[in-house]
């Protein structure tokens, strides 16, 4: 299953690389949040036209086509440090210790070398359709308004590259945790039961509302 996950930090090269890379991270994660804005802005002038001018606005599929790899690839990043992405806690929620971190450390090696790929793979892909020598850099468009995809194309190997230094990170963090049989290692999440994080998002919620007073 999803959680939340806190990552614990210190003054070593791990945790400021960690934060370093966290850094960009959130901006690219703005970013996204600003692409969903985006759409809802290009839903309203489409719509506002077609009912009052009788003139939708055009190529609309086209820029969701480009705004949606935005949105889905920039934040995975992100998830991943924070311990948002889907898996399974039935069985490594029981780990404690060293099981625990060698059963971090085999998947999170299997999901960097599966990035590694798909980095190398995604890059492929966006060098068939990049091109210095053609109008817009481009041997590829959208449909309705001829938009160049390479840009949308890029997305994808630029964000599985942050991904994959964070999954490095992660895999330094999770190594030397069971080297050293640690209870608190730095740079990696460590994911929280349900009542610690109904706890968290409480106290969240409550310093939210003594700002707001």
Not at 65 to 85: C, D, K, N, S, W
Not at 89 to 110: C, H, M, N, S
Not at 174 to 200: K, L, S
């Amino acid at each position: 299953m999803a959680g939340t996950a806190s990552v614990l930090t210190d003054d070593s090269l791990l945790s400021r690389l960690d934060q370093r890379l966290f850094s960009i991270e959130k901006i690219l994660v703005f970013i996204g949040g600003l692409a969903i804005f985006s759409l809802m802005v290009l839903a309203v002038f489409s719509v506002g036209g077609r009912n009052f001018f009788n003139r939708p606005l055009s190529g609309y599929v086209d820029w969701i086509e480009q705004i949606m790899p935005l949105i889905a690839f920039v934040g995975i990043a992100y998830t991943q440090r924070v311990g948002g992405h889907i898996r399974m806690d039935i069985l490594v929620g029981q780990l404690k210790g060293r099981p625990l971190w060698l059963a971090e450390f085999v998947a999170t090696l299997a999901m960097l070398l599966l990035m590694i790929l798909l980095v190398w793979g995604s890059w492929a892909h966006f060098q068939r359709s990049f091109d210095f020598s053609v109008p817009m850099w481009s041997r590829d468009s959208s449909i309705d308004i001829a938009l160049p995809l390479w840009p949308a194309k890029l997305l994808a190997p630029v964000a599985f590259f942050i991904l994959t230094l964070r999954l490095t990170i992660q895999l330094v963090g999770f190594g030397r945790a069971f080297a050293t049989n640690a209870t608190h290692p730095v740079a990696v999440p460590m994911v929280e039961d349900a009542a610690t994080q109904a706890q968290r998002e409480a106290e969240h919620v409550s310093g939210l509302e003594e700002d707001s007073k």
